[in-house]
């Protein structure tokens, strides 16, 4: 089935604004369902998982689609709470567009903040829909304001609410409408007409202009980011919503299609299902998906086989070819992950940083013979949401999870328990540090004993600009170290900065292989990835490692009364601290803190604020942790330091769990 317009919409917002609320009217205006579902009953239609049903709450990414004036609308209903931004960030990568969804007295808050800077940096069309306008304490003036100020949106009001915070709260059109307020209009306009020169020019020369090209301005400036349409109304009860998807259509216009024969998909999620097996929903940006063909996994640089493709269809799925521009689900893919790119990578969107887990925990099943159920299980999840980055340390018999809050570990806990039968329990959560070498350093390796094997490889290892990475390079001729093998050893690398000496990931350093040499009869690919982590180990070594430590940049507004109380408090955080700026009687404190000692300060703060406060908190990279602070772990599994019992470990003749040969 293959349709000439279609719309790929995300639906964000900070927890408890009304967002799959909005979802379930659009789906029922426009015809996609006959009941509309409720998010306190349990019964909305994107909420299909147990604990979404019981909470309340959007965990997992959920699509549905539906037919408005002859476009197919794919929307994808995401979560609104912090831990599970990975959901939302993947879901960027494949909309047109997004309805940000603000409630009317909450107004903009911490995470829609972070939402904001994604959609900015990935140049993401957006249209407002300020919700709950009946409810006490609306005030829908002071959140356009808050939108311009702190969102940095240069909005276009298209419908203006009235009788705010009363049962008869209502909203005008804005265009086309003699009722509405003169003065309110040409506000409005005046607005509008900034974005666009050759309108500014004719507006100041006294050309009367029609709203008509009001209108079509609002179309070309949204969809090149200049302007922000800004709806308002009640979802619960229908009101603003047949506007909203109205307005869709008029300012957001489907993308021209990329025409190549090449195929180009990414998978925003992924999903068990209990017939069809793993589940990817996936985005075709060119080329087509269909059932029963083949596609290369870029990511995971695999091939991999399509038992199944199909589209989305209402709530429905409807067993056809995925086209170009269309969002739909493949089923068999052995392997693949959520984030994957299938295909040609070039036309894939960088996936956005929104967050960024910092925090480590041991998943520990309550019955010891769910040890190895678990850690399948485990495995499972992981490619369903890699930001997990799941380690499993089977020496040690260690299950590793990386987390962002403890809403995360509600979730895994009733997932694991619903879906695999699973009792687990989890570990207070662990501040993840990295490390990095102290100063420039050779690591030397000659690995050529017992023979058959000959890697000798030396190492530079130099620190690199904090939050910089690991780059690596080689400057070894291919006369001295055949390509195939030069190969393997940066395909290594990586593998190797797993742990350093302190027991964590080692990053932030600049890897050159300065001298090699192979042997053309005893030397294997293998050989020089076993030797690589040992000429790395040792040049760690013979430089010394330190700790770094994860850093959130923090956005304190709260009454200025309380500055004094904050300050102190922040900076027995070992917070660094910006200047205050100040608005009427309120102050704004910024700066970054350890995540070591910011895990209560959320709780802390409203304490002192007593609740009068918005805390936002976003992951800003990694510092150099001072001496005395931080903490180091001890080397899971054979150390490549310990050359004999790394070599027999890696040939399989050394068991690490029994230390015998």
Request: proline share 3%; aromatic share 6%; glycine share 6%.
């Amino acid at each position: 089935m293959k349709y000439s317009n279609i719309l790929n919409i995300g639906i964000l917002a900070h927890v408890d604004a009304g967002k799959t609320t909005l979802t379930e009217h659009l789906l029922y205006h426009a015809g996609a369902i006959r009941k509309i579902g409720s998010v306190d009953k349990g019964s909305a239609v994107t909420d299909s998982l147990t604990l979404e049903k019981e909470r309340g709450i959007s965990i997992k990414a959920a699509t549905t689609s539906f037919i408005w004036k002859n476009t197919k609308v794919n929307l994808i209903d995401t979560p609104g709470h912090v831990d599970f931004s990975s959901e939302v960030a993947r879901t960027l990568c494949v909309v047109d567009a997004v309805f940000l969804v603000i409630s009317a007295v909450e107004g903009v808050q911490a995470h829609t903040l972070t939402i904001v800077d994604a959609l900015h940096d990935l140049k993401i069309p957006t249209l407002i829909f300020i919700n709950k306008i009946d409810r006490q304490g609306a005030d829908t003036e002071s959140v356009l304001k808050q939108i311009k100020k702190e969102l940095q949106f240069k909005t276009v009001s298209i419908y203006t609410s009235h009788d705010e915070g009363l049962t008869s709260a209502h909203i005008k059109s804005v265009f086309n409408n003699n009722a509405i307020d003169k003065e309110q209009k040409e506000a409005i306009v005046e607005e509008l007409i900034e974005t666009d020169e050759n309108l500014l020019t004719q507006y100041f020369n006294g050309v009367h202009l029609s709203d008509e090209v009001y209108l079509n301005t609002i179309t070309k400036s949204t969809s090149n980011i200049l302007i922000t349409p800004v709806f308002t109304g009640i979802a619960k009860n229908n009101i603003g919503v047949e506007e909203l998807l109205n307005g869709l259509v008029q300012f957001i216009k489907p993308k021209e299609r990329n025409t190549t024969d090449e195929t180009s998909a990414y998978v925003y999620k992924l999903e068990h299902h209990k017939i069809h097996g793993a589940m990817a929903h996936v985005k075709v940006f060119s080329g087509e998906l269909l059932s029963k063909s083949v596609i290369y996994n870029h990511t995971q640089s695999i091939e991999t086989k399509i038992n199944q493709s199909k589209i989305f269809h209402e709530t429905k799925h409807l067993d056809t070819t995925i086209t170009t521009g269309d969002i739909g689900i493949i089923t068999g893919v052995l392997g693949t992950k959520a984030g994957d790119i299938l295909g040609n990578p070039k036309d894939i969107p960088k996936l956005p940083e929104l967050n960024i887990p910092v925090l480590s925990v041991q998943v520990i099943a309550i019955n010891d013979k769910d040890y190895n159920a678990l850690a399948q299980a485990l495995q499972i999840i992981d490619k369903e949401d890699p930001s997990l980055q799941f380690k499993w340390h089977k020496p040690e018999k260690e299950l590793i999870l990386l987390l962002m809050g403890d809403m995360q570990i509600e979730v895994l806990t009733h997932l694991l328990q619903e879906r695999f039968n699973i009792a687990a329990r989890f570990t207070d959560p662990q501040i993840v540090y990295k490390e990095t070498i102290s100063k420039a350093a050779e690591g030397y390796i000659r690995y050529w004993m017992p023979k058959p094997c000959w890697a000798i490889m030396t190492f530079l290892i130099e620190p690199a600009p904090l939050n910089s990475g690991v780059s690596y390079q080689s400057i070894v001729s291919k006369n001295d170290v055949h390509n195939k093998y030069q190969n393997e050893i940066a395909r290594t690398i990586p593998k190797a900065l797993e742990q350093g000496l302190l027991g964590w990931q080692v990053t932030d350093v600049k890897i050159t292989l300065v001298k090699g040499e192979d042997h053309n009869v005893h030397s294997r690919p293998g050989d020089f990835n076993l030797a690589t982590p040992m000429g790395i180990m040792k040049g760690l070594q013979n430089g010394g490692t330190h700790l770094l430590e994860p850093l959130l940049r923090f956005e304190i507004k709260t009454n200025e009364e309380l500055l004094g109380k904050l300050i102190s408090e922040l900076t027995n955080r070992r917070a660094i601290i910006d200047a205050p700026t100040f608005e009427q009687d309120l102050v704004l404190l910024t700066g970054t803190i350890p995540v070591a000692t910011s895990l209560d300060l959320s709780i802390k703060l409203n304490t002192i604020c007593s609740g009068r406060l918005r805390l936002r908190t976003i992951f800003h990279g990694y510092d150099v942790c001072p001496e005395g602070e931080g903490k180091t772990k001890e080397f899971k599994g054979v150390n490549p330091l310990d050359e004999a019992q790394w070599i027999l470990h890696r040939r399989g003749a050394y068991k690490a769990d029994e230390r015998i040969i």
